[in-house]
């Protein structure tokens, strides 16, 4: 049914009023195994608490009270979440907790952390050794030794074709692969996103690395709050830089190619629909991981998150399948069903004594940690470099809205400082 309008002076990603107990604040986790190279085929009996009791249990939580609909019988996942991206109320969750590998979701937690760090006009000639180190087989957008790319363009490849290259040039921009993986472990602590172990930026399947459905989640709820996270997650098709040639006249010119996001739920496939409401934000596949996805979507001025961790039906497009399900759940469960448990804000908000008014600050929203977060801003998003092309996808009350390059919600007032205390809303 027609969806109202949603008022642009309501905040979005306000934690809920419950956030506020220390007990959910404080170190709640188990003590963390450690990572073994391949995830067991059943989840561990106890798991991480951070959030909420409930979700350090295995099994599918969710509080079917009158008037909640059931769960769709058909979702296969090994691990999923479904939650309030504003409130942080988690409405369901199976096996929230199971530390899984991430595949490319991980590269949201590498946005996170490096996008505040470098304006998006800087530009680096990439050498050799920026691409040293890529696994085999790694997704590539098409990177070119003794080439120039901008920071934009470099996160287009990050962002829709889930480049590894892309990963490792702003890498190498950041410090090194090494350096790199200190400050995204860094950036999920501070998060409080414990169940993340970082071996490699781009999400490539190593020895270890493993995160959560709950902590993807956190990733994601964190990123969104930067207009230039935001931008790039929701766009669904750009030109990136090419190769340089000689025209007929002997000057040098540089060519570009189309790339399109390999988010189905954005792009649409044969088999998938543009989601109603869709938004961003990545989707992964490994041959450890198997299908992971974390999307973002509207619905009558309600925004859900909801990851999904490898499908064990195996089928075409299957994450984007069961995410959607579990999307359509969770619009049609909002407002119905009470909570059983709840995505926690980064350490340096449970401790703010910042008030509402107050002006966002780096480590405060969530917004970056670790070396050199928050001392360069975000540049303003802009479909410059992208050829006017990038488009956030939201449709509301069934009317398709196209965002030109600005992305999902930018008029929306995202979340100050204090991450504790719930906006008032009009």
Same mark, same amino acid.
């Given at each position: 049914?027609?969806?109202?309008?949603?008022?642009?002076?309501?905040?979005?990603?306000?934690?809920?009023?419950?956030?506020?107990?220390?007990?959910?604040?404080?170190?709640?986790?188990?003590?963390?195994?450690?990572?073994?190279?391949?995830?067991?085929?059943?989840?561990?009996?106890?798991?991480?608490?951070?959030?909420?009791?409930?979700?350090?249990?295995?099994?599918?939580?969710?509080?079917?009270?009158?008037?909640?609909?059931?769960?769709?019988?058909?979702?296969?996942?090994?691990?999923?979440?479904?939650?309030?991206?504003?409130?942080?109320?988690?409405?369901?969750?199976?096996?929230?907790?199971?530390?899984?590998?991430?595949?490319?979701?991980?590269?949201?937690?590498?946005?996170?952390?490096?996008?505040?760090?470098?304006?998006?006009?800087?530009?680096?000639?990439?050498?050799?050794?920026?691409?040293?180190?890529?696994?085999?087989?790694?997704?590539?957008?098409?990177?070119?030794?003794?080439?120039?790319?901008?920071?934009?363009?470099?996160?287009?490849?990050?962002?829709?074709?889930?480049?590894?290259?892309?990963?490792?040039?702003?890498?190498?921009?950041?410090?090194?692969?090494?350096?790199?993986?200190?400050?995204?472990?860094?950036?999920?602590?501070?998060?409080?996103?414990?169940?993340?172990?970082?071996?490699?930026?781009?999400?490539?399947?190593?020895?270890?690395?493993?995160?959560?459905?709950?902590?993807?989640?956190?990733?994601?709820?964190?990123?969104?709050?930067?207009?230039?996270?935001?931008?790039?997650?929701?766009?669904?098709?750009?030109?990136?830089?090419?190769?340089?040639?000689?025209?007929?006249?002997?000057?040098?010119?540089?060519?570009?190619?189309?790339?399109?996001?390999?988010?189905?739920?954005?792009?649409?496939?044969?088999?998938?629909?543009?989601?109603?409401?869709?938004?961003?934000?990545?989707?992964?596949?490994?041959?450890?991981?198997?299908?992971?996805?974390?999307?973002?979507?509207?619905?009558?001025?309600?925004?859900?998150?909801?990851?999904?961790?490898?499908?064990?039906?195996?089928?075409?497009?299957?994450?984007?399948?069961?995410?959607?399900?579990?999307?359509?759940?969770?619009?049609?469960?909002?407002?119905?069903?009470?909570?059983?448990?709840?995505?926690?804000?980064?350490?340096?908000?449970? @401790?703010?004594?910042?008030? #509402?008014? /107050?002006? $966002? *600050? =780096?480590? !405060? &929203? %969530?917004?970056?940690?670790?070396? @050199?977060?928050?001392?360069? #801003?975000? /540049?303003? $998003? *802009? =479909?410059? !470099? &992208? %050829?006017?092309?990038?488009?956030?996808?939201?449709?509301?009350?069934?009317?398709?809205?196209?965002? =030109?390059?600005?992305?999902?919600?930018?008029?929306?007032?995202?979340?100050?400082?204090?991450?504790?205390?719930?906006?008032?809303?009009?």
């Amino acid at each position: 049914m027609p969806a109202p309008k949603p008022k642009a002076s309501r905040s979005l990603l306000v934690a809920s009023a419950a956030l506020i107990s220390l007990s959910l604040t404080a170190p709640a986790a188990l003590a963390a195994p450690t990572p073994s190279t391949s995830p067991s085929a059943t989840p561990p009996a106890k798991m991480s608490t951070v959030g909420g009791t409930r979700l350090g249990q295995p099994g599918t939580q969710v509080n079917l009270t009158a008037g909640v609909p059931v769960l769709p019988k058909d979702v296969t996942a090994r691990s999923w979440i479904v939650s309030d991206a504003e409130s942080g109320e988690v409405l369901a969750a199976h096996n929230a907790h199971w530390r899984l590998p991430p595949a490319s979701t991980l590269k949201m937690l590498f946005a996170d952390t490096v996008l505040p760090r470098f304006p998006k006009s800087t530009t680096h000639k990439v050498v050799p050794t920026d691409l040293a180190g890529m696994g085999a087989g790694s997704s590539m957008v098409g990177i070119k030794e003794g080439q120039t790319y901008t920071v934009h363009d470099l996160w287009l490849g990050v962002f829709l074709r889930s480049g590894n290259d892309a990963v490792h040039v702003l890498s190498a921009m950041n410090g090194g692969v090494e350096q790199t993986v200190k400050d995204m472990q860094d950036h999920a602590d501070e998060l409080q996103a414990l169940d993340t172990h970082v071996v490699s930026p781009d999400g490539y399947d190593q020895a270890g690395q493993v995160s959560s459905a709950y902590d993807l989640s956190l990733f994601a709820r964190s990123g969104l709050q930067k207009k230039d996270f935001r931008e790039y997650c929701s766009t669904v098709r750009a030109k990136f830089p090419g190769d340089t040639t000689k025209n007929a006249k002997g000057q040098s010119v540089r060519g570009s190619f189309e790339i399109q996001n390999t988010n189905r739920l954005l792009s649409g496939d044969t088999d998938v629909p543009v989601y109603q409401g869709i938004a961003g934000v990545k989707n992964g596949n490994t041959t450890n991981a198997g299908a992971t996805f974390t999307g973002v979507a509207e619905r009558g001025g309600r925004v859900l998150l909801v990851t999904v961790m490898n499908p064990e039906k195996k089928e075409h497009n299957e994450v984007y399948k069961e995410t959607a399900k579990l999307f359509d759940w969770g619009f049609q469960a909002a407002g119905k069903a009470t909570p059983v448990g709840e995505l926690v804000p980064p350490k340096g908000a449970v @401790g703010s004594s910042a008030q #509402p008014g /107050a002006s $966002a *600050s =780096a480590s !405060g &929203s %969530g917004s970056g940690s670790g070396k @050199g977060a928050g001392s360069k #801003p975000v /540049a303003a $998003a *802009s =479909a410059d !470099g &992208s %050829g006017g092309i990038g488009v956030a996808l939201a449709i509301t009350g069934g009317v398709l809205v196209l965002l =030109a390059g600005a992305a999902f919600l930018v008029n929306r007032r995202w979340p100050l400082p204090d991450l504790v205390r719930r906006r008032t809303r009009p």
